[in-house]
């Protein structure tokens, strides 16, 4: 199955360890919060829903990363997450983690990559 793009951001968008993008993504017809971040070099975004509760991990608008900016940490349960696989690394999370969203880097911009639509839905992220 082939997939479409959808703009994100520009790359100048997301500093090292610094301040998110939000997005929203459609799952299943409805509009979803989610998040791109850029950690040692590379982009990686995540639907913005803590893995112990959907609640998002921003403790402040487009704020993900812990004080030391090695972590993405939930604003809500304080639970740690890796920010290169999402992966639950401590806290409520109970191993847990984030639900990646496929991402390209190219020509200065930021892609969320989607799945084409089939028998006229389309497949969520």
């Known amino acids: 199955m082939a997939a479409a793009e959808r703009l994100i951001c520009a790359s100048a968008d997301l500093p090292e360890g610094g301040k998110g993008w939000r997005f ?3 799952r299943f017809g409805r509009e979803t919060p989610a998040f791109a971040i850029r950690h040692r070099g590379r982009v990686f975004a995540y639907l913005n829903e803590c893995g112990h ?14 004080y030391s900016k090695l ?3 939930c604003s809500v349960h304080g639970a740690l997450y ?3 696989t999402g992966r639950c690394l401590g806290g409520r999370c109970q191993g847990k983690g ?5 991402v390209e880097e190219r020509g200065g911009a930021i892609y969320l990559l989607v799945p084409e639509k089939q028998n006229g ?3 969520s992220p």
């Not at 509760?53 to 812990?66: I, T």
């Not at 984030?98 to 496929?102: A, F, G, V």
């Open 24 to 26: 929203t993504v459609d």
């Open 53 to 66: 509760v959907p609640a998002q991990l921003d403790w402040m608008p487009g704020e993900f990363f812990d």
């Open 71 to 73: 972590y993405l940490v």
């Open 82 to 84: 890796a920010p290169d």
């Open 98 to 102: 984030l639900k990646p969203l496929p």
């Open 121 to 123: 839905h389309s497949a």
